[in-house]
């Protein structure tokens, strides 16, 4: 860039009360607007230019019923407005899906967490998104709304790229539902950075298991960070499944897992040392979700 | 009762009520009605020719007032000494790193001039670029200066003793490369500055300058405008460190010159990711180190070939050299030295003065190479600092090394006796070796740092002691608070001089319309030099004041004492009266009168010998020993620092809040360097220019510090004191990297020691 | 241009302000409260904490329209005319600033924490700080201020 910014670019906003009127917004505007929620990754992205700045801002803070966290027949909706710091701070959350308290708590700062939604942290998918991981492990829905109607996607096929999602320009992310998981399941989700704050993760390591009589029930691994969207990595959930989880067995796990990651090299770090950690912290994650009771 | 009655209390900064209060202004909060902003346009390429800048668009635009180019400045150039005058405030024929200025535009508001910046089009011829120091020192390079051979911007070459024989007669000998990371100050203050220059040739400015003095011969050398028409006004200053803050910027010269086109204030304020790419850093070394020891360990010789990135200009650069080996000699016994260091041109970010400045990088080459001996030798890491390090002198004496520099104190073997019976170090045997994943480890440095420093060129400094007649006093100098605690400070030696209380001085910002000339702050000198002229000024105006007192009760003047704003006469304490009866005394006698004192500092007149490193640097030298406790986890390399216990001889501790948050805040800026702070550049760009990508400590990375305090009560420095913190940003890295041996057996020698560095190695030893 | 109802330090405005503009700089120039420092302007420094409808927000993230009806302190909102609020008070008792740059924020996101957890463990307060940089005082007497004014604040 010739010059550095400390100024928004010019835009203008708007702020619709019904959903109705936001996809009508979209629609008219294709191709010319941006949606904000929490302002955290946008307005970022704006002042330093790294996006075109588009000609009007929607804002999604005045729709109504999306700021919520409920308990649905079968499981748990997040609306599209609920904070980051409401996910990380919420009662039923924490008891039922702490993997994904987890993965909120680690999130920028407390002051980012006031603002930013999880829907919007899904949205900009970057590879490192912290709530990515634990939402794949836990099977989300993502209720897509739009002028045209509703449509619910799993979050397995959300993703499509680095920064890319299979968000149309005319669609909102309503809100994500999470099934309960079955019984005495336990998740885990780690994340690994230089510092103890801040940070993108390096590697993130969502594991998910389901123990019944001392076998592996069903066990799911996600990994973010080290490759061009988070990912899921079945063979090695594959090894797991129905399986009793010794240590030999989690380590071939761990390995076969790296081998499932795509990292790339970049000032962070190197696409080796990746796969490595992948292969350490999926080890630490699973015998760290069998070590405790749930 | 205690020695002193406001030297060493536990008070509160004296300016602590504005900050917390958000009263405190920082030069980003100034306005003037009328006032317009200032925007750049910087190089998008580390090292090109300017063909051709079309301003026409940019003019066009509503609301632009003003744009200028390099041309516009005349052909003036600065630099720290006269034949390193290379650098022009705008680019004129070529830029010389990534992000040089080449043109600034002045707009009714911020948006605007963003607007006229992006519409200003610069034509570029790039140029090869050269990034690597040791590779632009090769013939053939591109050369950034056509005015020095093979981009050598300042090279010294200095030889004390005779390192070869002692080499030869050395029981061991290492020889390693050591590299200190690019880092930067990390100040959270971006520069900013307000300037009004006055039609009538009067050039006021509000600017966060550490050195405001360097700032005003800046301007009147640039604009010829006689000094005592340049006006610098200091700010709050929102943190230093030393280099972009004592040294002026692109945007203050478009920002003056803008308002001279204009006539209207201009105001120029740096976005964060400006300052990152583009201020001056710390200079990254490349260090050959040699270290030669008897079987004992007695340190026989040192050589260090430093090769320092210098980036695209000269700027303080000489020192920076000059700094890197002249204490090199120091904490311990050293009978031959040879040191060559060659500064080198390269199209990056220009290298340029932090704290510790140029101390930091060759220190810790010599402390972990005489670990890496001493483990060697089997030699214990306490001991063989013992056996080494220099003794405190005698009363009257003075210890001089082989180039000339000399101590009064040296609380050094006192600093590692108290370091080593600390629990941190005595007990590291006790504590567990590992725990899961994590290695433990404990590690010990013992170091040096100058105060008092000087330069080149103009070096005095004043203060002026001024009595009201109510009797508070005001105290005015050219001496900065940067942050650091300076005026608060400098306010106790005042009451403490005068016998007064410390609430009863006030002292405000420099104005260089009305304090006196001074060098700002740098080098740890503020406390010892102003403080030096604060004293004496204090005194000229006690003596005033005794006399008065004196005849007031027909007495002789040495008979006569004031503490905590009380005078009485010592033979006869029945006789005494409030400060302030004493005041109004002598103010009203007769017609009235004006009591003033003055007093200039006196410590360090020897010049400073830069190209031959003989001689002293500072007035005198601080002493720490730290140890440093890290955790690593030994499968991802990540790295976890407990404890730091760090132990200080600053000969006193005049301020010990001030003095202590001093140390801890340095000796994490020295975690930060050790750990998680560098530039990652991609030939002149730099990738992570953010806070993000550029890693400091947050308070979560944080060891717990405790501080232990050794006094040595130095001759050369009011009260007794010495420079306090710059030495620990030199200790900390040093124990840090010995921790991290304790705990994986593997020695770092480039710093930052990242965790993938850590796996990386801890792989190739298997 | 927006209007703007903000009420902020319990004192209502109405503003006309661009859509473009950030909480912070209406804050810093409409309002001419300066005591909210623009640092990195990006979220990730702290300097800009004050808090909206009682939590800590980086007032650079936020759009100035978005603020629109919210209840915005910043860090000219906490003492009571000369008295100073008990975290003020600490931070100068305890020396937990030097440059005094990062303090506003960091107080600010103190008085957060300490409102919604006032007995907070050491680790809790650096979870509480952890969005705010300091490069002059290490935290240490950070910590130790934020302790202190836990504790007096309890002791009330």
């Given at each position: 860039m010739t010059t550095f910014y400390r100024r928004l670019p010019k835009f203008d906003y708007l702020a619709p009360?019904?959903?109705?009127?936001?996809?009508?917004?979209?629609?008219?505007?294709?191709?010319?607007?941006?949606?904000?929620?929490?302002?955290?990754?946008?307005?970022?992205?704006?002042?330093?230019?790294?996006?075109?700045?588009?000609?009007?801002?929607?804002?999604l803070k005045g729709l109504p019923g999306l700021d919520e966290i409920k308990q649905a027949a079968g499981g748990l909706t997040i609306g599209a407005l609920v904070t980051i710091g409401a996910v990380e701070s919420s009662a039923i959350i924490g008891e039922k899906f702490a993997i994904l308290a987890q993965a909120a708590q680690s999130m920028a700062s407390p002051q980012i967490r006031n603002r930013g939604t999880i829907a919007g942290n899904i949205c900009n998918a970057v590879p490192s998104a912290d709530s990515a991981p634990p939402l794949l492990t836990l099977g989300a829905r993502l209720k897509i709304a739009s002028g045209k109607g509703e449509r619910t996607a799993n979050i397995e096929d959300f993703f499509t790229g680095p920064n890319q999602t299979a968000l149309g320009d005319d669609e909102i992310l309503q809100e994500i539902q999470i099934p309960d998981m079955p019984p005495k399941s336990k998740g885990i989700y780690l994340k690994l950075t230089p510092r103890r704050a801040m940070d993108l993760a390096i590697v993130g390591v969502a594991v998910l298991v389901t123990p019944e009589d001392g076998v592996c029930k069903d066990i799911r691994i996600a990994l973010g960070a080290v490759a061009p969207t988070p990912i899921r990595a079945k063979k090695a959930e594959a090894l797991l499944k129905g399986q009793k989880l010794d240590g030999a067995l989690i380590e071939k796990a761990a390995r076969t897992a790296a081998g499932q990651s795509k990292p790339i090299d970049d000032h962070r770090a190197s696409a080796e040392y990746r796969r490595d950690m992948v292969e350490v912290l999926v080890r630490r994650a699973i015998k760290q979700a069998i070590g405790s009771r749930s | 009762m205690a020695e002193f009655s406001v030297i060493g209390q536990r008070v509160p900064r004296v300016d602590a009520k504005e900050k917390v209060t958000g009263q405190a202004k920082y030069a980003a909060d100034y306005s003037l009605t009328d006032m317009l902003w200032c925007k750049l346009v910087r190089s998008p390429y580390p090292h090109a020719r300017i063909v051709n800048i079309d301003t026409s668009q940019a003019k066009k635009l509503p609301g632009v007032k003003g744009i200028i180019t390099g041309k516009d400045f005349g052909g003036w150039t600065w630099g720290w000494m006269p034949k390193?005058?290379?650098?022009p405030p705008l680019a004129v024929d070529k830029v010389c790193y990534m992000a040089e200025s080449v043109a600034g535009v002045a707009a009714v508001d911020e948006d605007t001039a963003e607007e006229a910046a992006e519409l200003i089009k610069v034509d570029y011829e790039e140029l090869p670029g050269v990034f690597d120091p040791e590779e632009a020192m090769k013939d053939g390079a591109p050369q950034v200066h056509d005015y020095v051979k093979n981009n050598i911007s300042v090279q010294y070459h200095w030889d004390f003793g005779d390192v070869d024989r002692a080499f030869a007669e050395s029981y061991l000998v290492r020889e390693d490369r050591f590299r200190t990371a690019r880092a930067t100050h990390g100040y959270l203050e971006p520069p900013a500055i307000l300037a009004y220059y006055d039609p009538t040739g009067y050039i006021t400015v509000w600017a966060s300058k550490q050195s405001p003095y360097f700032h005003y011969r800046h301007l009147a050398a640039c604009f010829k405008v006689p000094l005592s028409r340049v006006r610098v006004i200091q700010p709050f200053i929102g943190g230093g460190f030393g280099g972009t803050k004592n040294d002026s910027l692109a945007g203050d010269f478009c920002a003056v010159l803008l308002s001279k086109i204009t006539g209207r204030p201009v105001k120029y304020v740096e976005s964060m990711e400006e300052e990152l790419v583009t201020s001056r850093r710390r200079h990254s070394f490349v260090i050959y180190s040699r270290m030669g020891v008897s079987k004992d360990g007695l340190l026989k010789a040192i050589q260090h070939r430093v090769i320092a990135d210098g980036g695209g200009y000269t700027a303080i650069g000489p020192l920076s050299m000059y700094l890197g080996g002249f204490m090199t000699t120091l904490p311990y016994h050293l009978p031959n030295f040879k040191y060559d260091v060659y500064r080198v041109f390269t199209n990056n970010p220009i290298g340029a003065a932090m704290r510790g400045h140029g101390v930091t990088h060759t220190r810790f080459a010599a402390e972990i190479q005489m670990e890496m001996l001493a483990e060697e030798l089997g030699i214990d890491p306490v001991e063989i600092r013992m056996r080494n390090?220099?003794?405190?002198?005698?009363?009257?004496?003075?210890?001089?090394?082989?180039?000339?520099?000399?101590?009064?104190t040296c609380g050094l073997k006192q600093a590692i006796k108290e370091a080593a019976q600390d629990p941190l170090w005595r007990d590291r045997d006790k504590m567990p070796k590992k725990g899961g994943n994590i290695s433990w480890g404990v590690g010990l440095s013992g170091t040096s740092y100058s105060g008092g420093a000087r330069q080149m060129g103009h070096q005095a400094c004043a203060a002026i002691i001024r009595l009201c007649?109510?009797?508070?006093?005001?105290?005015?100098?050219?001496?900065?608070?940067?942050?650091?605690?300076?005026?608060t400070v400098l306010c106790m030696i005042a009451a403490e001089e005068l016998g007064i209380k410390l609430e009863d001085v006030a002292i405000k910002r420099v104005d260089s319309a009305y304090t006196p000339v001074d060098p700002g702050s740098y080098g740890s000198r503020v406390t010892i030099l102003a403080g030096q002229a604060t004293q004496k000024a204090a005194r000229q105006v006690k003596k005033q004041l005794l006399e008065v007192a004196a005849q007031n009760w027909q007495a002789k003047a040495e008979d006569v004492e004031i503490r905590l704003s009380e005078v009485y006469l010592k033979s006869d304490p029945s006789k005494k009266m409030p400060f302030s009866k004493l005041a109004r005394i002598a103010c009203y006698s007769g017609t009235g009168a004006v009591i003033i004192g003055t007093g200039y500092s006196s410590y360090g007149l020897e010049p400073l010998d830069i190209n031959n490193g003989i001689g002293n640097g500072g007035t005198s030298y601080s002493f720490t020993a730290q140890t440093a406790r890290v955790g690593v986890d030994t499968e991802t390399g990540q790295i976890t620092t407990t404890d730091f216990t760090i132990a200080s001889d600053c000969g006193r501790l005049l301020s010990p809040i001030q003095a202590e948050s001093q140390i801890e805040g340095a000796a994490v800026q020295g975690l930060g360097q050790t750990l998680y702070e560098d530039f990652i550049m991609d030939r002149g760009r730099t990738i992570n220019p953010t806070f993000l990508g550029y890693k400091m400590p947050h308070a979560l990375d944080v060891p717990s510090i405790k501080l232990i305090d050794i006094v040595t009560d130095d001759p050369d420095g009011p009260f007794g004191a010495k420079e306090a913190s710059e030495g620990s940003i030199v200790s900390a890295p040093p124990a840090v990297v010995s921790a991290i041996h304790d705990a994986t057996g593997i020695w770092f020698k480039e710093l930052p020691v990242t965790p993938e560095k850590v796996i990386k190695a801890l792989k190739e030893r298997t | 241009m927006r209007e703007l109802n903000l009420t902020v330090n319990n004192q209502s405005y109405r503003l006309s302000v661009p859509p473009w503009r950030t909480l912070l700089e209406v804050i810093r120039e409409d309002l001419g409260l300066t005591g909210t420092k623009e640092g990195c302007g990006l979220g990730e420094c702290g300097a800009c904490t004050v808090l909206m409808d009682g939590r800590a927000v980086n007032s650079c993230l936020v759009l100035a329209t978005e603020a629109d009806g919210r209840e915005i302190t910043t860090?000219?909102?906490?003492?009571?005319?000369?008295?100073?609020?008990?975290?003020?008070?600490?931070?100068?008792?305890?020396?937990?600033?030097?440059?005094?740059?990062?303090?506003?924020?960091?107080?600010?996101?103190?008085?957060?924490?300490l409102d919604k957890n006032p007995t907070p463990t050491e680790e809790e307060i650096k979870q509480g700080i952890a969005g705010n940089l300091c490069r002059c005082t290490g935290y240490t007497k950070i910590i130790e201020s934020i302790k202190a004014a836990a504790k007096n604040m309890e002791a009330k």
């Open positions: 009360a019904t959903l109705d009127e936001a996809f009508s917004l979209l629609s008219e505007y294709k191709g010319r607007v941006k949606v904000i929620a929490g302002g955290t990754d946008l307005v970022p992205k704006l002042k330093r230019r790294e996006m075109g700045a588009p000609e009007y801002v929607i804002d | 390193t005058r290379d650098e390090a220099i003794d405190q002198p005698k009363p009257g004496e003075i210890y001089e090394t082989i180039n000339k520099v000399t101590l009064k007649e109510d009797g508070t006093v005001n105290l005015i100098t050219g001496a900065t608070d940067c942050g650091q605690g300076s005026d | 860090i000219e909102g906490l003492a009571q005319g000369d008295k100073l609020h008990p975290i003020q008070q600490a931070f100068l008792d305890h020396g937990g600033l030097q440059c005094g740059f990062c303090t506003p924020g960091m107080i600010m996101s103190a008085k957060a924490l």
